[in-house]
């Protein structure tokens, strides 16, 4: 079963960069998609980011636009999320995923195997 773990949250003031890291054990992380979502408490998780296979394909969610930025190595099965001019509204619970078939991209169905999340608070 393949295992993701995030890592590289924390607590910031807003404008802030932070980086996150997933990382995965498994051989055949270089062909999936792997997306980025993230839960405020209260809410309901939502799709942030996403990247294909091969780093050819990103997509975001319209409020992060500009500011982040998703990348992958795939030499190292580790998919990044760059956060640059952070903002109140993006605290919250920050998970790595999975997508075998690259299907449903921006919905959590499409996602096969989630990593545990990291935190991100960002005061003002």
Same mark, same amino acid.
């Given at each position: 079963?393949?295992?993701?773990?995030?890592?590289?949250?924390?607590?910031? !003031?807003?404008?802030? =960069?932070?980086?996150? =890291?997933?990382?995965? =054990?498994?051989? $055949? #992380? *270089? *062909?999936?998609?792997?997306?980025? #979502?993230? !839960?405020?408490?209260?809410?309901?998780?939502? #799709?942030?980011?996403? /990247?294909? +296979?091969?780093?050819?394909? $990103?997509?975001?969610?319209? =409020?992060?636009?500009?500011?982040? $930025? /998703? *990348?992958?190595? %795939?030499?190292? %099965?580790?998919?990044?999320? !760059?956060?640059?001019?952070?903002?109140?509204?993006?605290?919250?619970?920050?998970?790595?995923?999975?997508?075998?078939?690259?299907?449903?991209?921006? &919905?959590? %169905?499409?996602?096969?195997? +989630? &990593?545990?999340?990291? !935190?991100? $608070?960002?005061?003002?």
């Amino acid at each position: 079963q393949a295992q993701l773990v995030e890592s590289g949250g924390g607590s910031v !003031q807003a404008g802030a =960069s932070l980086r996150l =890291s997933c990382s995965a =054990s498994e051989r $055949t #992380f *270089s *062909s999936k998609t792997m997306g980025w #979502f993230r !839960q405020a408490p209260g809410k309901e998780r939502e #799709f942030v980011a996403a /990247i294909s +296979w091969n780093g050819g394909s $990103t997509y975001y969610r319209d =409020s992060v636009k500009g500011r982040f $930025t /998703i *990348s992958r190595d %795939n030499a190292k %099965n580790t998919v990044y999320l !760059q956060m640059n001019s952070l903002k109140p509204a993006d605290t919250a619970g920050y998970y790595c995923a999975g997508n075998r078939y690259g299907l449903g991209i921006r &919905g959590e %169905n499409g996602y096969d195997y +989630w &990593g545990p999340g990291t !935190q991100v $608070t960002v005061s003002s």
